[in-house]
């Protein structure tokens, strides 16, 4: 989804449209605890470690997720990823072959991360906790799942944008929180702020990490393209591409997880003819293309990066898989 301009404005129209819907949010945010406190989550042989957030929109929860794989990889665990698999068809639990399988079938987010190992998707998180079980993994990155209790979590990170922070501070639909801050925090063991400041945490005890998204600036600066996306905040990958040195002869949003068509790819590549550049787009809209649609288009590749890695190596030490 885009998000609403009232959840970043400040005149009176949007405090006004926010003071509307603040009850839906009360009503929202309470379901969330209702379901919290009523689960009886599974508890996986395998460690469980949750990359979640509060807001909706991309925070870099997946970036997150890849820098703790490859740290249990380093540490002799063997993980793999679960996914819900948001915009795919199948159900699940099954094992992402990114070869032979789409994004219509399992959803963007799996078909990137599978680029970085083992992926799992499953609408049930406990059924694809067990077949990761089945599989041998010993340690599962649920990539996304805060709100969400069918499992048993060693270990807690929620993941915040520094430059938007919580918005507008009220709840779904009245602004991007899925929960109040504090109930959502109540629950983390850690939170990895990426870049801008650090927002107010309302006095939260825990781990807080501060990390950036460094792009791949080098194949692109100084190139002309026509950038397109189709995730929670595109205007960050257009600024982000900007920053880079790359030329922008046009840019080009579509809403989050949107599934191309024949004909956008058509008019998006016209308009590169036109302007004489080239396209250009995120890793996850790349993983949404059909195999035809990839040729003509590059890849505006970003990694996270910890200003200091050793609290959250030391965090991943100590959680350990119960027997």
Same mark, same amino acid.
């Given at each position: 989804?885009? #998000? ?24 929202? &945010? ?36 890849? $820098?703790? @794989? ?16 948001? &915009? ?7 094992? $992402?072959?990114?070869? @032979?399988?789409?994004? #219509? ?15 799992? $998707? ?29 499992? #048993? ?34 629950? @983390? ?5 990426? &870049? ?6 309302? &006095?939260?005890?825990? $781990? ?19 950038? =397109? ?13 900007? @920053? ?55 890849? =505006? ?23």
């Amino acid at each position: 989804m885009r #998000a609403p301009e009232f959840w970043t404005r400040t005149d009176g129209y949007a405090g006004l449209v926010g003071s509307l819907l603040t009850p839906l949010g009360w009503a929202y &945010g309470a379901s969330v605890a209702y379901k919290a406190a009523r689960a009886r989550p599974y508890r996986a042989r395998a460690l469980v470690i949750c990359v979640g957030n509060l807001s909706v929109g991309g925070t870099g929860k997946t970036p997150l997720a890849i $820098v703790i @794989a490859r740290m249990l990889q380093e540490g002799g665990h063997h993980p793999v990823f679960l996914s819900r698999g948001y &915009g795919g068809s199948k159900r699940g639990p099954l094992l $992402v072959d990114a070869r @032979a399988m789409t994004a #219509a079938e399992v959803g963007d987010e799996p078909l990137l991360l599978a680029r970085h190992g083992s992926v799992i $998707v499953a609408r049930s998180r406990r059924a694809g906790a067990r077949l990761a079980e089945q599989m041998n993994f010993d340690a599962i990155v649920m990539d996304d799942g805060h709100q969400n209790f069918a499992l #048993a979590k060693d270990l807690s990170l929620v993941v915040i944008d520094g430059e938007e922070g919580f918005g507008n501070g009220r709840l779904l639909p009245a602004g991007p929180l899925r929960e109040p801050v504090a109930q959502g925090l109540g629950r @983390a063991d850690a939170v990895v702020v990426v &870049g801008g400041s650090v927002p107010d945490l309302g &006095g939260f005890g825990g $781990v807080v990490l501060q990390s950036r998204l460094v792009a791949d600036c080098e194949p692109w600066r100084g190139k002309r393209v026509v950038a =397109f996306a189709g995730i929670g905040r595109p205007e960050k990958f257009f600024a982000a591409a900007r @920053a880079c040195g790359v030329d922008l002869a046009a840019c080009v949003a579509f809403p989050d997880h949107h599934p191309y068509t024949t004909t956008e790819l058509s008019d998006l590549a016209r308009r590169s003819k036109e302007h004489g550049a080239v396209l250009l787009t995120t890793e996850k809209d790349f993983a949404r293309l059909m195999p035809e649609q990839r040729r003509e288009v590059g890849i =505006f590749a970003v990694e996270m990066r910890l200003a200091d890695s050793q609290p959250l190596r030391r965090l991943l030490t100590r959680s350990r898989p119960r027997s």
